[in-house]
């Protein structure tokens, strides 16, 4: 079940990639995140983040965390102000100059920025981890099983997750069928890696993460979003379509313009069988 689970999970991956890389404008980049890195940027010191104070729950004073994925440090920096030390694991450079920038402003030194991509090639490389986290990783990983594999091993007590039930690459899918003339392939998300972690035999635990909708200052800011979201060129011949159904699919006005709906965001803490014991030092 597990195995094709797995199998299912990669298709999905794979059916989206042939789409994007069938209809996209915009030509592919070495660093995807290079022109909006910018935007991930988060204050370490900022309450009121729902999804940060699940993960503050679980933190421990004395642990290591692992932050797969960790973009500008909108979680890893924040957590190493509680905790021993992150270990943050980014493969973007415009996201590690970002992160350090952040980490050199706000004086944090507890942590250890990695230049690769996980899964790397001896998961027991990155030793002495607590817990293992991905922060909306993973929905365009096509070996998820494998990722999953790795996490285990690197975390001694547990792994966490934040997820949404879609991915946010679906962010605007009401808008695809105009844009691209068919639907869009949709991203495995929360239902999957849930059913996928409990066909490897673990039993999840999920908590719902309040979420606010998807706002926007105004509706430029709101196409901007949608353009990159539905791989169109900034002069692309579709923008009069996209603005089109935009204005019939934001509500409000002003700065309270925002999407419709806001897919569920959950924390997913899980163990596999024998981790904790055989990592128990």
């Excluded at 059916?15 to 592919?28: I, K, M, S, T």
């Excluded at 800011?221 to 900034?234: G, N």
């Excluded at 935009?246 to 709906?261: F, I, M, V």
Aim: aromatic share 6%; hydrophobic share 45%.
């Amino acid at each position: 079940m597990a195995a094709q689970l797995a199998k299912d999970w990669a298709a999905a991956v794979a059916a989206n990639r042939e789409q994007v890389a069938r209809v996209r404008e915009q030509p592919e980049r070495a660093d995807h995140y290079a022109p909006i890195a910018g935007a991930f940027r988060a204050d370490p010191q900022r309450t009121g983040d729902e999804a940060l104070n699940a993960l503050l729950a679980v933190a421990q004073p004395g642990d290591t965390w692992l932050d797969i994925g960790a973009g500008a440090g909108r979680f890893a920096l924040a957590l190493a102000l509680r905790v021993k030390h992150v270990i943050a694991v980014e493969p973007s450079e415009a996201m590690r100059a970002e992160f350090e920038t952040i980490s050199r402003e706000h004086g944090i030194e507890n942590v250890t920025l990695l230049d690769q991509r996980w899964p790397p090639p001896e998961p027991r490389l990155i030793d002495g981890v607590d817990v293992a986290m991905i922060s909306h990783v993973g929905y365009d990983i096509e070996e998820m099983g494998g990722l999953l594999d790795a996490m285990e091993t690197a975390a001694r007590r547990e792994c966490v997750a934040l997820m949404y039930e879609r991915s946010p690459g679906s962010l605007f899918h009401e808008l695809w069928p105009a844009i691209h003339g068919e639907p869009q392939a949709h991203l495995p998300a929360l239902p999957q890696l849930v059913a996928l972690l409990q066909a490897r035999g673990s039993e999840p635990a999920l908590t719902e993460i309040p979420t606010r909708r998807w706002r926007f200052a105004a509706h430029a800011e709101a196409e901007e979003w949608a353009r990159r979201r539905l791989w169109l060129e900034p002069d692309s011949a579709r923008l009069s379509t996209l603005r089109a159904g935009l204005t019939d699919l934001l509500a409000g006005d002003g700065d309270q313009l925002s999407l419709p709906d806001t897919p569920k965001q959950m924390l997913v803490r899980w163990t596999r069988a024998g981790v904790s014991e055989r990592n128990d030092r």
